[in-house]
């Protein structure tokens, strides 16, 4: 008889994420209590919050706890159905963790159309990333046409659609991005203006002559080091949007240096969760699908193949070793 | 014959200012040209930002030259006119310098009304500091009553406005100050909530106590290990004003630890200088002006004596020894 696969919780990391934090774990698959479905999960989204999540520290979100399923969004198929709004085949998005099946009330699942877009592309572009990419750009960084919009971990699944929305307003996009492939291709494929190799070393020299005139607005998704660099570059009465910090998830926090461009080119910094305010998803959605299926806001996915793979692919994530938006290919 | 005497900047400071960075002049008395009036200063305002106008360092107003005279607020009377809104004997304030007289273009000067209010209040709550105060907390923060707003250099010409306004518009207001007699003052006569004593050792512990319920609005003068610790202490969806960051006005920058909160705790942090947007000076004197003839917002000053004592007496300021507002008076 098919079990449910799951991976747990089994320890909290020190520092870096190790396989030994997870367990995967077999128990029976669940039935459907009353206005729940079944959902057979066909791809599990892996996204760098996770790791805030294994931390006891306190955050925005709930810590998982030691022995529960991993968090996640996920995407698969109805199975089962004593919700009315679901029938038996439908196409779901949800946040049902890391495992092969799983029952939820139906008022926490959406339902999506997978036959113009791949389901895959709604953990993405159109899911939580390219939301994120959205608000963040659009809702706080705001850039205005001729602008310069600087982001960083360019090729991933956010910073891939923060460089294209910027040029689709007019801005001038430049990526920051890990090796000469990732750049390759947040230029020639992306087709962002400029992108800087920060594995290079010449961050500092690099950052100038791709930015000639400052920075206007930053979609900060590392920090640490880099982030501290770029605000060297930041014009007066520019924004950052924070939307993550994943340099600093596994260690201690970079000791910033140059905070003070903030009081002396009056920057507007601000830390957002796209979960904050769903009101923005609609619009954010709808801008986001309408460039998807007219191409010009394009995505690129790396896949690992089965459950068992989830926790190596997401501890390559932390280490930027995606490339594209990273996912598990379930079923 | 009586001469101008005026301070200038006789070489930039390598770290802590020295009074031998200044270097007392005389020269004679300038003559009014066309639509231009002579003022004998009768007050200086001596303020932080003039630390950056002695360095080189690019920053968001031009350095002072080395030979050039010393910038800064002043108040006095005018002695010769040839403006047509200006008559001698009216009371004016201008930026016209660390000198005891100056020739300005009476579009350079405002007239103010020294009949009910001392001279010297509009170079400090009803002028630059008070507008200073106001704009951060009232346009920046925006405290929601029953918020918890924390204001560093509480008994400072900022500071004390801003805790004062805080408790006005409903808020609970606390203070950092240097040492105890000055926390005494922020508690005793300016009725803020609480003060911190951050001389006193147990910052930390001091500041849980002070904000039970964590802190909405920041209001940063200071910088430096008090702003890293401060950020600890941040609610979601707080705001920081960044105003001054007195403490690396003189050192190496501060390795800030904490930037982390803008993510976790979604802050919007903003740096601002009073000038840069003209049109909220009026409705911040309004306001101001109301208050201060009520005596629900009460100010303190610190005079130093004569045009000589500017320069000791501006060390002194850096370094916290100033008690409310610094000014010098000039005859």
Not at 66 to 82: F, L, P
Not at 159 to 184: F, P, Y
Not at 298 to 319: H, N, Q, T
Request: glycine share 12%.
């Amino acid at each position: 008889m098919e079990k449910n696969q799951k991976i747990v919780l089994a320890n909290r990391p020190a520092a870096w994420v190790e396989e030994s934090n997870f367990r995967l774990e077999e128990s029976p698959i669940p039935e459907p209590g009353a206005n729940q479905v079944l959902v057979r999960n066909r791809w599990l989204s892996l996204d760098p919050y996770m790791r805030g999540r294994m931390s006891e520290a306190k955050s925005y979100a709930k810590s998982v706890e030691i022995g529960e399923v991993m968090v996640g969004g996920t995407a698969g198929e109805v199975v089962k159905s004593n919700h009315p709004k679901f029938a038996v085949g439908d196409t779901v998005v949800g946040a049902m963790g890391w495992q092969t099946w799983a029952v939820a009330d139906g008022a926490a699942l959406q339902k999506v159309d997978a036959s113009a877009v791949p389901l895959s592309a709604y953990l993405g572009v159109l899911g939580m990333p390219g939301v994120t990419a959205w608000v963040g750009l659009m809702d706080i960084c705001a850039p205005k046409a001729g602008e310069t919009v600087v982001v960083t971990a360019a090729s991933g699944a956010v910073g891939s659609v923060v460089g294209q929305l910027a040029k689709i307003h007019g801005a001038r996009a430049v990526g920051i991005a890990g090796g000469a492939e990732k750049c390759r291709y947040v230029v020639e494929e992306l087709g962002f203006d400029a992108c800087i190799d920060y594995k290079a070393g010449n961050l500092r020299g690099d950052l100038k002559e791709a930015t000639p005139k400052g920075i206007d607005c930053l979609f900060e998704n590392v920090g640490g080091e880099i982030f501290d660099t770029l605000l060297t570059r930041m014009n007066p009465f520019s924004r950052i949007a924070v939307c993550g910090l994943i340099a600093q998830y596994n260690s201690a926090p970079y000791p910033m240096q140059n905070i003070g461009a903030v009081l002396i080119n009056r920057i507007r910094m601000q830390g957002f969760i796209v979960s904050d305010d769903l009101s923005r998803w609609p619009p954010a959605l709808k801008e986001l699908a309408g460039h998807v299926a007219s191409g010009r806001i394009k995505y690129r996915e790396s896949v690992a193949d089965g459950l068992a793979a989830a926790p190596a692919a997401f501890i390559s994530l932390l280490k930027g070793g995606n490339f594209g938006k990273q996912l598990v290919k379930l079923t």
